[in-house]
């Protein structure tokens, strides 16, 4: 069974904004898609094994470009004077315990009312965006000292206008050619629509 966004969100809570932790959502997404006995398991994550990932519900609506937003995947910085800075700092450490290295924020209404595939799917792509840094040779990076991961923001692997796909190619694109081969064939899982929904994407 998925995690599902606390009922006080989606009930008590409209038109008050919240942001609430969900150590139950880190633990189903480790389970699902970064265990390798798992069903779901997912290869392309194994590099997040190491990574400390916080996840909040929130009820808060966001969009970017005119268009909802269902969730995003950012690595915490803090700004501001001195005690913004710490004030921020605190919150995330009451939040998760640690200083995580992604939050995930996820929005209570929307992945209450979606289907099961549309949610993997969503988490799922929030995951991918999830990424350990990669050195001037396209090798791993790693922290000298700590010899864990140098973890990074990652964009799509595909971005181009449909114009210029349609004027030059899809050899225009960087994997483009990939991209097409992916789509051509059926989904590993299934169907999913979480299109324009994610925030690091609009």
């Not at 809570?13 to 997404?29: K, M, N, Q, R």
């Not at 808060?60 to 969730?71: D, I, L, T, Y």
């Not at 209404?109 to 840094?133: G, I, K, M, P, R």
Request: with cysteine; aromatic share 10%; glycine share 6%.
């Amino acid at each position: 069974m998925r995690p599902q966004p606390p009922e006080i969100l989606i009930n008590e809570y409209v038109g008050i904004d919240y942001f609430i932790p969900s150590p139950e959502l880190e633990e189903w997404a480790r389970k699902t898609f970064l265990d390798d006995e798992s069903p779901l398991h997912n290869p392309d994550h194994a590099h997040l094994l190491q990574a400390h990932i916080g996840y909040l519900w929130t009820n808060v609506p966001n969009s970017k470009g005119m268009r909802a937003v269902a969730g995003t995947a950012e690595i915490p910085s803090f700004r501001g004077a001195k005690w913004q800075k710490h004030r921020q700092l605190m919150q995330m450490q009451e939040w998760f315990g640690a200083i995580p290295d992604f939050v995930i924020t996820l929005d209570a209404n929307y992945c209450f009312e979606t289907s099961d595939t549309n949610f993997c799917a969503l988490v799922e792509h929030e995951l991918y965006h999830c990424a350990q840094a990669l050195d001037e040779f396209g090798e791993p990076k790693f922290n000298a000292a700590t010899d864990r991961p140098i973890y990074t923001i990652k964009d799509h692997d595909v971005t181009e206008f449909i114009g210029v796909v349609a004027r030059y190619g899809i050899g225009s694109v960087a994997n483009g050619i990939a991209f097409v081969e992916a789509a051509n064939s059926e989904p590993l899982i299934a169907h999913a629509d979480i299109s324009k929904m994610c925030g690091n994407c609009l």
